[in-house]
């Protein structure tokens, strides 16, 4: 088939790869602007137009999808319009310029966690299975109706990096399936079912451990802001990043937050219900490192994270 896909993050790029391998011609890749990064705030390529330039497909960078961009996509005349983690609003007028509309890849089972961070939220909220859904944009928020889902248990340990580029993945295979079956003929795109729930974008503030809560939720936290914006907590005034726990059962009966024990197993640190072991930690100024690591270098028994 013909054409544009417009993705700006990490988890575009195996969707993009994925139709290259399949033959697609892709007549025009489109991503957000360069972005400074990193302590000297230069300028970087998003991973998309990084994987374009790969790839040797033209790409642009426009700021806003304008009427400019319109005429273009019009003037392109494509088969369809791929949408992945582009994170620009796409206008309606443009959703059905190409043939067969626009198509998004979205990590969650619609209509559960429609937004921006629907990995997160899953995690967050403990769910047992999530995946990754290929569905035909309309004017609303992940409303549009479903062509395929694959669906996937979340692992007890995973990370919120881990299991989206899990879903990365997933979801490239997926949209290769799903852009088959229209090019045949055979698609049909599903309105969604059940109640819908939101995923907000996660903000550093709710990263805060409070260790009053269950060790479970705490682990899940952990989990959810793995790699970023890293779930934290106050310790002898140090703001310390964990970066890994797990939950145990059952504790000593000290006050949450209190560290229990330390040593080559982790930091534990009481919880209003069992136990959390840290088992990886950021102190101020540092680099991650194994809590085991950290444990032979201070004496944690008895300090309190808050």
């Known amino acids: 088939m013909r054409l544009v896909f417009a993705g700006t993050a990490e988890f575009a790029v195996p969707s993009l790869e994925a139709l ?3 033959g697609h011609d892709i007549v025009q890749v489109l991503t957000q602007p360069d972005r400074p990064a990193g302590r000297g705030r230069r300028l970087r390529p998003s991973p998309i137009r990084s994987a374009a330039e790969r790839l040797a497909l033209p790409v642009a960078t426009p700021a806003r999808l304008d009427a400019a961009v319109e005429d273009e996509l019009r003037a392109l005349a494509p088969d369809a319009l791929v949408v992945v983690a582009y994170g620009l609003l796409v206008p309606g007028r443009l959703l059905a ?3 067969h509309g626009t198509l998004n890849v ?8 429609r937004g921006a961070a629907p990995v997160e939220r899953a995690l967050l909220a403990g769910d047992a299975d999530t995946g990754v859904a290929v569905m035909r944009m309309d004017a609303g928020l992940d409303t549009g109706p479903v062509y395929a889902v694959e669906r996937s248990a979340v692992g007890s340990e995973e990370t919120a990096g881990e299991l989206t580029a899990r879903l ?3 979801g490239a295979d997926l949209l290769v399936r799903v852009l088959a079956d229209l090019a045949a003929g055979r698609a049909e795109a599903v309105p969604q079912r059940g109640e819908a729930t939101y995923a907000a974008r996660l903000h550093s ?4 451990l409070d260790f009053a809560r269950p060790a479970e939720e705490l682990a899940r936290r952990v989990r959810a802001f793995n790699p970023r914006p890293t779930a934290w907590a106050e310790c002898e005034g140090e703001r310390i990043r964990i970066q890994r726990a797990r939950a145990l059962a059952g504790g000593d009966g000290a006050p949450p937050g209190t560290v229990t024990a330390a040593g080559e197993s982790g930091i534990d640190v009481a919880a209003g219900t069992g136990t959390l072991r840290l088992l990886e930690l950021q102190r101020p100024g540092r680099r991650p490192a194994p809590a085991a690591d ?3 270098g201070r004496r944690w028994r008895g300090l309190r994270f808050r």
């Open 20 to 22: 290259v391998r399949s």
């Open 97 to 99: 310029i190409p043939a």
């Open 106 to 113: 979205h990590p969650s089972l619609l209509p559960r966690w």
């Open 168 to 170: 990365a993945s997933a």
């Open 205 to 208: 503030s709710e990263g805060r």
């Open 294 to 296: 950290q444990a032979r």
